[in-house]
């Protein structure tokens, strides 16, 4: 793994954080995807460290204030957050009506390359690395947390999907610790999926499905209810509703919070 360019260091008044501009390689390890080049941002808690650190991988929607939030939630819990750019770092904006134009598969060596990233950084504890992943970004931790990616060698040592499409009958080898937060009603990665994945795992010890009743679609994300066109099961482009659940959202980032600390610090 190689440091592209390391850009300017940015302090935000009033908060006490620095974000810097990074890139670095994303290498399919399979040869299945060409290598890219991944821009990201590092948000950093104020000192010299060294921190535990977290991946945040963005939803079908890219980048937005949902995954900066989530870096600065992250920054505030006492960990270094990086944010990888895999659409725009691809050219790509919103994906959500063709989520394969970059498959969450295609996204597992960004993360991979983001751990190895924060392992060249003096202020990173680079054994002990979460990820966190929204939608999109879940399911690619649900492929990343597979036994055959080796993000455990990388220092990656907890996984939280956030309402992820899973994949049973091909999901069942997990090696990193995992928590699913998933509703109950969603209508666009089905929580039924994940539930069996939870089932099937060769070590269940190592899942833990956290389901919302009544949840739907981007539960956390705190905005008015809407519709949204999305691809879905079968390639099939739907209407999906998405709206948010504050009780769920609450419980969900304790689990979070709990989740990292027992496995992180």
């Given at each position: 793994?190689?440091?592209?360019?390391?850009v300017?260091?940015?302090?935000?008044?009033?908060?006490?954080f620095?974000?810097?501009?990074v890139?670095?390689?994303?290498?399919?390890?399979?040869g299945?995807?060409?290598?890219?080049?991944i821009?990201?941002?590092v948000?950093k808690?104020?000192?010299p460290?060294?921190?535990?650190a977290?991946?945040?991988?963005h939803?079908?929607?890219?980048?937005a204030?949902?995954?900066?939030?989530?870096?600065r939630?992250?920054v505030?819990?006492g960990?270094?957050?990086?944010?990888?750019?895999?659409?725009?770092s691809r050219?790509?904006?919103?994906?959500?009506?063709?989520?394969?134009?970059?498959?969450?598969?295609?996204?597992?060596?960004d993360a991979?390359?983001?751990a190895q990233?924060?392992?060249?950084?003096?202020?990173?504890?680079k054994?002990?690395?979460?990820?966190?992943?929204?939608?999109?970004?879940?399911?690619?931790?649900?492929?990343?947390?597979q036994?055959?990616?080796?993000?455990?060698k990388?220092g990656?040592?907890?996984?939280?999907?956030?309402?992820?499409?899973?994949?049973?009958?091909s999901?069942?080898?997990?090696?990193v610790?995992?928590?699913?937060?998933i509703?109950?009603?969603?209508?666009?990665?089905?929580?039924?999926r994940?539930?069996?994945?939870?089932?099937?795992?060769l070590n269940?010890?190592?899942?833990?499905?956290?389901?919302y009743p009544?949840?739907?679609?981007?539960f956390?994300?705190?905005?008015?209810?809407?519709?949204?066109?999305?691809?879905g099961?079968?390639?099939?482009?739907k209407?999906?509703?998405?709206?948010?659940?504050?009780p769920?959202?609450?419980?969900?980032e304790?689990?979070?919070k709990?989740?990292?600390?027992?496995h992180?610090?």
């Amino acid at each position: 793994m190689r440091l592209l360019a390391l850009v300017v260091a940015l302090v935000v008044p009033g908060l006490a954080f620095a974000q810097t501009s990074v890139k670095f390689r994303s290498e399919d390890k399979f040869g299945f995807f060409p290598a890219a080049t991944i821009s990201a941002t590092v948000h950093k808690p104020d000192g010299p460290g060294p921190f535990p650190a977290a991946i945040v991988l963005h939803d079908c929607g890219g980048i937005a204030d949902h995954t900066t939030a989530w870096a600065r939630r992250m920054v505030r819990w006492g960990y270094v957050a990086i944010v990888p750019d895999s659409f725009g770092s691809r050219g790509l904006g919103n994906s959500c009506q063709n989520v394969v134009a970059v498959s969450e598969r295609q996204r597992v060596p960004d993360a991979l390359g983001a751990a190895q990233f924060l392992a060249t950084l003096p202020h990173v504890r680079k054994d002990s690395i979460g990820i966190v992943g929204f939608s999109h970004g879940g399911g690619t931790v649900m492929k990343g947390v597979q036994g055959s990616m080796e993000w455990s060698k990388a220092g990656i040592k907890a996984a939280v999907a956030y309402y992820p499409f899973c994949n049973p009958g091909s999901e069942s080898s997990i090696a990193v610790p995992l928590l699913i937060n998933i509703g109950e009603s969603d209508d666009w990665t089905p929580a039924a999926r994940c539930q069996a994945v939870a089932r099937e795992a060769l070590n269940p010890s190592l899942v833990t499905l956290k389901l919302y009743p009544g949840a739907l679609h981007a539960f956390d994300r705190d905005l008015p209810t809407r519709w949204v066109q999305g691809m879905g099961e079968g390639g099939q482009v739907k209407t999906r509703k998405l709206e948010y659940n504050g009780p769920a959202t609450r419980d969900a980032e304790s689990q979070t919070k709990s989740f990292f600390e027992r496995h992180l610090n």
